[in-house]
């Protein structure tokens, strides 16, 4: 057989299907073909004439069949920036495969002992450092208020928990989320007695315990053979999370009521974002370039903070500093122990680890108990006098500099240090090689103070929650940033717009153009017309590729009938919504401090306006692009009845129409 018959290795080309292609269209090819055979056998200019027709319908009705899929797609999908992404590079690059390792349960399970081990490092390493105060122990003390037991859950409360959950499905779940809340009136009561049965007897269930964690590439650039290139994603099952946010809506509205957390802590808090801690340290920083002082701002860096939370030490935290007893405690002792996770990649699996440290990573409940972790940390930086602000784990310290005082200098690094040995108690690492300076001011200042910053090497430009900071905040590089990623994304949307139709386009230049655009704009504030040039050309660009219009074509009218706000309106949009918030108690406290409502001496007819003091500032380029200055002095431009609106969506619309009808009046 070998010899009449040998075995032969034949390369098989397959086709890439075309799933908008339907029967109908499959006919419709089938008649352009037969037309064409006619034509080629018969010559006839009739037959040609009736190809021509035949190719004419069969590309309109692919045209349209092809438009329709992908905008079902992008409706489908309009709120999931991630999916629409991956849907359009795979239209534009027909090889889009991000590169990974090869998965197998070897790898698996190298993935697995790579992830403990990096945190038994840290913890060991922080363990065998010398620190005076590494094993003292918490003052252990009771609160006047204590949470003691959980309110059972009734029917209407569970509801809204699993319809706020997000559909997720996790290896661990015998059925699909979406099936799960598609039929979840059958089983009610019975999902309504697991959760209350856990919350009386202060018992999380163990089946609940165990996490799938997925292997994560942190950029497609990086070596995918290289671990530490990876992230550890864990995926948790849907029961385990809407336990979860029933515990976690009683424990918001307690440590709200108590004012437990931090005020400068704007991670996974309501009303608080990295725009408005973002917003407190810029007002703070041109405030001190307005007093002709310089600013050093110091981004501090934790390896693997979420992974290395001591459960001893936060428990002990919150019982003493928060105020939980009882079968609250209990609840909470059983939830962050006897944990375990494994890896899994495609169908292959490592065993099962055990952990015994850290907070669970793509749960409900692991912010918050990071955020009650790092309570004491304040307490730390105020005791030097250094102000502050937190997002999670990311911390940032910056402090007013005379140049001839430079007093605050060593202030600002024994705070450092301090710091370093109070997360060395907590068995957190500070990664001082990843920890960034920067200094504020004009250029002949900075070099006076650069000797005195010794193991800190200041960088001229940051990266500070996805804002690029520069040494004269002026923002350019963060311009430049964004306008090079918009582009990106507007040229990949332009070359499958053809096959788009209009609404389904105007989603992609809302997830992929202005979700870069309107991202911390608030920042940009009282910055030239020139700075902010380059934004309205992406903006400008944007309309053009949506509506298919010329280059030579006037754009004001194409934005005025997409009614689209040009960008400097939709940043004093963005600063009047957060002074609107403000005034009415709805931004987070640190904002709230910084507007002050006016107040005259005697009665006036201003006197329920409702207007804001505008502070006297130095100079015009810093001084009044800060919040507290540029903030109240559009507000106080707003129609009286436009202030006093009842509501924060009857706000936002009334605005909006406002600001249109002065950028297009």
């Known amino acids: 057989m070998d010899a009449v018959a040998p075995f032969k290795t034949k390369t098989i080309r397959t086709t890439p299907k075309m799933p908008w292609k339907t029967d109908d269209i499959k006919g419709l090819k089938q008649k352009c073909r037969r037309a064409e055979k006619k034509y080629r056998k018969t010559n006839l200019i009739i037959h040609k004439d009736i190809l021509k027709e035949q190719l004419k319908i069969y590309n309109n009705s692919v045209k349209r069949a092809r438009t329709s899929y992908f905008s079902k797609i992008i409706s489908e999908n309009k709120n999931n920036p991630k999916f629409l992404f991956k849907t359009i590079d795979i239209l534009i690059n027909k090889d889009f495969n991000k590169s990974s390792m090869p998965s197998s349960n070897a790898a698996c399970e190298d993935f697995a002992d790579h992830f403990m081990g990096k945190i038994n490092a840290i913890r060991s390493n922080i363990s ?363 040229k990949n949307i332009a070359r499958v717009r053809p096959f788009l139709s209009l609404a389904s386009t105007e989603v992609l230049m809302h997830a992929f153009i202005f979700s870069h655009l309107d991202y911390c704009n608030a920042l940009l504030s009282g910055l030239p017309k020139k700075s902010l040039s380059n934004l309205q050309l992406l903006q400008n660009s944007a309309a053009r590729v949506l509506t298919r219009t010329r280059g030579r074509e006037h754009i004001t009218p194409v934005l005025k009938s997409l009614h689209w706000l040009p960008v400097r309106f939709r940043i004093d949009f963005k600063i009047l919504l957060m002074v609107y918030k403000c005034f009415y108690g709805l931004g987070p406290s640190y904002l709230n401090d910084i507007l002050l409502k006016y107040e005259p001496s005697r009665t006036l007819r201003s006197s329920g306006a409702g207007l804001l003091v505008v502070p006297k500032v130095r100079t015009k380029t810093y001084g009044e692009a800060s919040f507290c200055h540029y903030g109240p002095r559009l507000w106080n431009g707003l129609p009286e009845s436009l202030r006093a609106a009842e509501t924060l969506e009857v706000f936002k619309k009334r605005l909006k129409t406002h600001l249109f009808n002065l950028a297009f009046s």
Not at 146 to 163: H, N
Request: overall charge negative; hydrophobic content about 40%; proline content about 5%.
């Open 128 to 490: 065998s450092m010398q620190y005076p105060d590494l094993n003292r122990q918490p003052a252990l003390f009771l609160p006047e208020e204590t949470l003691g037991s959980f309110v059972l859950v009734d029917a209407e409360m569970l509801g809204r928990v699993v319809s706020q959950v997000n559909t997720t499905t996790c290896l661990l779940d015998p059925i699909p989320t979406s099936l799960f809340k598609g039929f979840y009136g059958f089983f009610e009561s019975e999902l309504l007695n697991i959760v209350n049965c856990s919350l009386q007897t202060g018992v999380f269930p163990s089946a609940c315990k165990t996490a799938v964690v997925r292997p994560l590439l942190k950029k497609s650039q990086l070596d995918p053979k290289n671990l530490d290139n990876y992230r550890p994603v864990s995926n948790l099952p849907f029961l385990s999370k809407i336990i979860e946010k029933s515990v976690a809506t009683q424990l918001h509205e307690f440590l709200n009521a108590q004012n437990i957390l931090e005020k400068y802590q704007s991670g996974f808090r309501k009303n608080h974002s990295t725009e408005t801690a973002l917003l407190k340290i810029i007002n703070d920083l041109r405030l001190n370039y307005d007093s002709q002082k310089l600013s050093v701002l110091v981004l501090l860096d934790l390896s693997a903070a979420f992974d290395t939370v001591d459960h001893q030490i936060l428990l002990d935290r919150l019982r003493s500093l928060v105020g939980l007893s009882g079968n609250v405690l209990k609840w909470f002792y059983s939830y962050l122990t006897d944990r375990h996770f494994y890896v899994s990649m495609d169908t292959c699996s490592s065993r099962i680890h055990e952990i015994s440290c850290g907070v669970p990573q793509g749960s409900i409940l692991g912010p918050i108990l990071f955020n009650l972790y790092m309570l004491p940390l304040g307490e730390v930086i105020r005791r030097h006098g250094v102000d502050f602000h937190s997002y999670a784990d990311d911390t940032q310290l910056y402090i007013a500099v005379s140049p001839d005082d430079l007093e605050p200098i060593n202030t600002l690094l024994n705070c450092i240090l301090d710091i370093k040995s109070w997360m060395a108690e907590n068995f957190l690492q500070l990664n001082q090689d990843k920890t960034e300076v920067l200094i504020i001011g004009s250029e002949d200042k900075r070099e006076l103070i650069l000797p005195h910053l010794h193991n800190f090497k200041p960088s001229q430009c940051v990266r500070n929650l996805g804002v690029l900071f520069d040494s004269e905040l002026d923002f350019i590089p963060h311009i430049k940033n964004v306008v090079k990623t918009g582009f990106y994304h507007l």
